[in-house]
């Protein structure tokens, strides 16, 4: 009995052994990786060599500029908007346009790299600025980055076409007519009623009348004026400038006669 019941308990105990190895052989280490979070805002970094005067060129950087930076763009939390204000609006040349930028969450420390479009650049410290272009080209690309000044961090910019208007130049016009010849003095009636201009209205009319007295001006474009005769007969310019209610001027000229 002794010898049934010890070799039923090493039977056992076999048994219980070669189970706990395979368990043991089932078990698996598993491998949580890296469980750290990271951004999703695209970090953009590098420098180059790029083109001001194209602020959409993307050689290294997707800027245009040429500074080394580091950029966390994040166009949905700074909202941006660009409004640029023709400052001199009848010019050809030198023609100045003020820029402001306006957005949500700008830190109140934050920098402003502009880049014009037409080679020329600028770094403020507020979010307007002016650029003057010596020619009038049908539009330019111009960019705006806003950098919080620690470590170049750029977190917003936008590009933006700024389209030139057509220049409404108006044109100056008139007829006269001598309406009254008295012994001492002669009156003559100007009309500019053909004076126009393509877009816009005209404001006012600036009368010279060439005999050295002094200039009318006026809203309407009708008048007289009152010359006074001498002994001989004299020739003076009357000359006529129209201005149209964004500021732009046209001219015109006649010599008339008075008659002695």
């Not at 690309?141 to 108006?170: E, M, R, S, Y």
Request: charged share 15%.
């Amino acid at each position: 009995m002794v010898t049934n019941i010890n070799m039923k308990f090493i039977l056992v105990i076999l048994l219980f052994t070669l189970y706990l190895n395979m368990m043991i052989g089932c078990t698996r280490q598993v491998d949580m990786g890296n469980t750290s979070s990271t951004s999703t805002t695209t970090t953009y970094s590098g420098g180059g060599t790029s083109n001001p005067s194209k602020a959409t060129y993307t050689p290294i950087s997707p800027t245009g500029d040429t500074s080394n930076w580091h950029a966390q763009i994040d166009s949905n939390k700074y909202k941006l908007t660009l409004t640029p204000t023709f400052v001199t609006p009848c010019a050809t040349s030198n023609i100045v346009v003020s820029y402001t930028v306006a957005g949500t969450n700008i830190p109140s420390n934050a920098t402003y790299e502009w880049y014009f479009g037409d080679g020329t650049s600028q770094k403020t410290t507020t979010p307007t600025t002016s650029n003057t272009y010596k020619f009038s080209n049908p539009s330019y690309d111009v960019l705006v980055k806003i950098d919080t000044g620690i470590n170049n961090t750029v977190i917003a910019q936008l590009t933006k076409t700024i389209k030139f208007p057509t220049i409404p130049i108006p044109t100056a016009d008139f007829t006269l007519q001598q309406k009254d010849l008295g012994t001492k003095v002669v009156t003559f009636a100007f009309n500019a009623f053909t004076s126009k201009v393509s877009s816009g209205i005209i404001k006012n009319y600036h009368w010279t009348f060439g005999d050295g007295s002094a200039p009318v001006d006026t809203a309407d474009y009708y008048l007289t004026h009152t010359y006074t005769k001498n002994s001989t007969l004299q020739k003076d310019t009357v000359t006529l400038t129209v201005k149209s209610d964004l500021g732009c001027l046209g001219s015109k000229y006649n010599i008339i006669d008075i008659p002695n």
